[in-house]
T-cell receptor
Framework: KAGVTQTPRYLIKTRGQQVTLSCSPISGHRSVSWYQQTPGQGLQFLFEYFSETQRNKGNFPGRFSGRQFSNSRSEMNVSTLELGDSALYLC?????????????FGPGTRLTVL | GEDVEQSLFLSVREGDSSVINCTYTDSSSTYLYWYKQEPGAGLQLLTYIFSNMDMKQDQRLTVLLNKKDKHLSLRIADTQTGDSAIYFCAESRRTGGFKTIFGAGTRLFVKA
């Protein structure tokens, strides 16, 4: 099976712009979670989608949003980018996302905001 | 990460055992995980343990769980230079749905 893929791998934006990141989960996996990884804050949970519904959400402002499509692919959007949004954004997929659900991570999208 | 604590660095010699420690706070955590991250890569699930288990062994990896003290450890036997990476402890927490909380990661240096 192909692993979790994320596109693009690298992205450079300027403050105030918006960005959309994409994640394709492992075939058959219905849960997709998004994380932000920074040197200062570590791995922070953004949100989780399951069957096109946001099932869980972390403590991020409303500028961060996401969605999931019927084929389980997910997109994450960040509007009005700030310098502090520079990070590695990781997507993880699992069969159902419940406790015990083993998550498989993609390689991440590295976003740099100038 | 919120409420999952790990030491930041560990240095060992090749061939020695490495022990990475982690403490968590949520008693409703059902599964606890260890992930490995190599430079420029995403996270790789190494192993996991269910909260009603005390120990799990998988080849060179041994996970010990002390649920009373909320302490988790990962032992890597015969540590190799290829084991150099960041190791994340994580707990699966019941909060309405489930979400996974990660520690800040322990950077393991293996000296040849």
């Amino acid at each position: 099976k192909a692993g979790v893929t994320q596109t693009p791998r690298y992205l450079i934006k300027t403050r105030g712009q918006q960005v959309t990141l994409s994640c394709s989960p492992i075939s058959g996996h219905r849960s997709v979670s998004w994380y932000q990884q920074t040197p200062g804050q570590g791995l922070q949970f953004l949100f989780e989608y399951f069957s096109e519904t946001q099932r869980n959400k972390g403590n991020f402002p409303g500028r961060f949003s996401g969605r999931q499509f019927s084929n389980s692919r997910s997109e994450m959007n960040v509007s009005t980018l700030e310098l502090g949004d520079s990070a590695l954004y990781l997507c993880a997929s699992s069969l159902d996302g419940g406790a015990g659900g083993k998550q498989f991570f993609g390689p991440g999208t590295r976003l740099t905001v100038l | 990460g919120e409420d999952v604590e790990q030491s930041l660095f560990l240095s060992v010699r090749e061939g020695d055992s490495s022990v990475i420690n982690c403490t968590y706070t949520d008693s409703s955590s059902t599964y606890l995980y260890w992930y490995k991250q190599e430079p420029g890569a995403g996270l790789q699930l190494l192993t996991y343990i269910f909260s009603n288990m005390d120990m799990k062994q998988d080849q060179r990896l041994t996970v010990l769980l002390n649920k009373k003290d909320k302490h988790l450890s990962l032992r890597i036997a015969d540590t190799q230079t290829g084991d150099s990476a960041i190791y994340f402890c994580a707990e699966s927490r019941r909060t309405g749905g489930f979400k996974t909380i990660f520690g800040a990661g322990t950077r393991l240096f293996v000296k040849a």
